[in-house]
């Protein structure tokens, strides 16, 4: 089984920054995809961003040179640095981790970008 754990979110006016942490607890394979998702009231949840085993990594347009997704050190931890924040970015982010045919998923922690 696998836990995982977010911090960092909260209230923030347009134009700052947030710094998402997720850790992954449990049985955590050498290769796996560790992710952020974001989901809006009324609105389906979406791929922020992705990082791979090799760290390689991927975004969703509309955050892509704005938010940067990266590993700690211990490999079971994923960050996502948040600057220029828009108020269409307020919504609940979930971390996410996929290993072989699993998902797993935080409990998510509330973005809310003020005008």
């Known amino acids: 089984q696998v836990q995982l754990v977010e911090s960092g979110g909260g209230l923030v006016q347009a134009g700052g920054s947030l710094r998402l942490s997720c850790a992954a607890s449990?049985?955590?394979?050498?290769?796996?995809?560790m992710g952020w998702y974001r989901q809006a009231p009324g609105k389906q949840r979406e791929l922020v961003a992705s990082?791979?085993?090799?760290?390689?990594?991927d975004y969703a347009g509309s955050v892509r040179g704005r938010f940067t997704i990266s590993r700690g050190d211990a490999r079971n931890t994923v960050f996502l640095q948040m600057n220029s924040l828009k108020p269409e970015d307020t919504a609940a982010y979930y971390c996410?981790?996929?290993?072989?045919?699993?998902?797993?998923w935080g409990q998510g922690t509330q973005v809310t970008v003020s005008s």
């Open positions: 996410n981790l996929r290993q072989g045919r699993y998902d797993y």
């Open positions: 990082i791979g085993s090799g760290s390689v990594t």
């Open positions: 449990g049985s955590i394979f050498m290769f796996n995809v």
